[in-house]
């Protein structure tokens, strides 16, 4: 199983940029997929997930109202659409993946050794 982070970047604070996941190796639509994110000095910290189906998400507050989290099954394809983001924003992104069933999901989403999969992260800079 490979899991391709893209899309990091500079970005100007209040701007927009969109992370890409692409799995390999795996029955995509089996698995919920999420983005962790770690800044600098600080542990790493979940963002986003998403259902194996794509119709149920969870975010983590300081996401909420600002990205949003899709993917494309027949793409076998994550995103991580980042809307009007602010410096504290700024991290290396990481995408993983967890199998299918998984019970009380969006409560255990946010814990990172539920996981199955790893990413490589991919770097986001906001720019003030």
């Known amino acids: 199983v490979q899991l391709q982070a893209s899309g990091g970047g500079l970005v100007q604070a209040g701007g927009s940029l969109r992370l890409s996941c692409a799995a390999s190796?795996?029955?995509?639509?089996?698995?919920?997929m999420a983005w962790f994110r770690q800044a600098p000095g600080k542990e790493r910290e979940s963002v986003a997930a998403?259902?194996?189906?794509?119709?149920?998400?969870r975010y983590a507050d300081s996401a909420k109202g600002r990205f949003t989290i899709s993917r494309d099954n027949a793409r076998n394809t994550m995103y991580l659409q980042m809307n009007s983001p602010n410096v504290e924003d700024t991290a290396v992104y990481y995408c993983?993946?967890?199998?299918?069933?998984?019970?009380?999901?969006?409560?255990?989403?946010?814990?990172?050794?539920?996981?199955?999969?790893w990413g490589q992260g991919t770097l986001v800079t906001v720019s003030s």
């Open positions: 190796g795996l029955i995509f639509s089996h698995y919920v």
């Open positions: 998403i259902m194996g189906s794509g119709m149920d998400t």
């Open positions: 993983a993946a967890r199998r299918l069933p998984w019970g009380m999901w969006s409560y255990r989403y946010k814990v990172e050794n539920e996981y199955d999969y």
